[in-house]
T-cell receptor
Framework: QKEVEQNSGPLSVPEGAIASLNCTYS??????FFWYRQYSGKSPELIMS????GDKEDGRFTAQLNKASQYVSLLIRDSQPSDSATYLC????????????FGTGTLLAVQP | GAVVSQHPSRVICKSGTSVKIECRSL??????MFWYRQFPKQSLMLMAT?????????EQGVEKDKFLINHASLTLSTLTVTSAHPEDSSFYIC???????????????FGEGSWLTVV
């Protein structure tokens, strides 16, 4: 089992719709969770971080965390063509480790 | 927000030569930096964790003698690809952990990445 799993997509949504991106992780003691956006040929850009169960909203983005189910998601409201990118879920291990473990990413395509 | 600068952004080198990539945290002290490699359409693969003033910790399968990492100061880490071969051609990305006073120590910022092409 991969440590961080994502559906590779592509996930295609029409402009203005809600895009829902999902991620599961295997390490139960993980405490920190991140969503990064990566445009083709560019470095990842941090979008959201979430540490507690529940929802965290920032503009059009909402991160949701359920530690019991080992599940974290990202919702993008009012999707725009400029949101088209690969979205990487990253999990920071529990304990003293500082390593971020990345999923393979989900390619999002927002259709105009 | 915090900025991590990586240089060069693109480099072409001949097979057998060495190339150095620099990673700098511009407005915070980074006690820990990470080096990743990313092949086309694949996810980021952690190569090593670099701690200021100590030896880097390499991930399994990464040759420490080929990928030399130096983290001499709190704002600079370097990756040197020695005796480069065409299969080393990849996108190399560094990141730095902002663990300064007043931070949660959880946020990791990425550099812009460096495209290495070995011909």
């Amino acid at each position: 089992q991969k440590e961080v799993e994502q559906n590779s997509g592509p996930l295609s949504v029409p402009e203005g719709a809600i895009a829902s991106l999902n991620c599961t992780y295997s390490d139960r003691v993980s405490q920190s969770f991140f969503w990064y956006r990566q445009y083709s040929g560019k470095s990842p850009e941090l979008i959201m971080s979430i540490y507690s169960n529940g929802d965290k909203e920032d503009g059009r983005f909402t991160a949701q965390l359920n530690k019991a189910s080992q599940y974290v998601s990202l919702l993008i409201r009012d999707s725009q063509p400029s949101d088209s990118a690969t979205y990487l879920c990253a999990v920071k291990g529990g304990g003293a480790t500082n390593k971020l473990i990345f999923g393979t990413g989900t390619l999002l395509a927002v259709q105009p | 927000g915090a900025v991590v600068s990586q240089h060069p952004s693109r480099v072409i080198c001949k097979s057998g030569t060495s190339v150095k990539i620099e990673c700098r945290s511009l407005d915070f002290q980074a006690t820990t930096m990470f080096w990743y490699r990313q092949f086309p359409k694949q996810s980021l693969m952690l190569m090593a964790t670099s701690n200021e003033g100590s030896k880097a910790t390499y991930e399994q399968g990464v040759e420490k003698d080929k990928f030399l990492i130096n983290h001499a100061s709190l704002t600079l880490s370097t990756l040197t690809v020695t005796s480069a071969h065409p299969e080393d051609s990849s996108f190399y990305i560094c990141s730095a952990r902002d663990g300064g006073v007043g931070t949660s120590g959880n946020t990791i910022y990425f550099g812009e990445g460096s495209w290495l092409t070995v011909v």
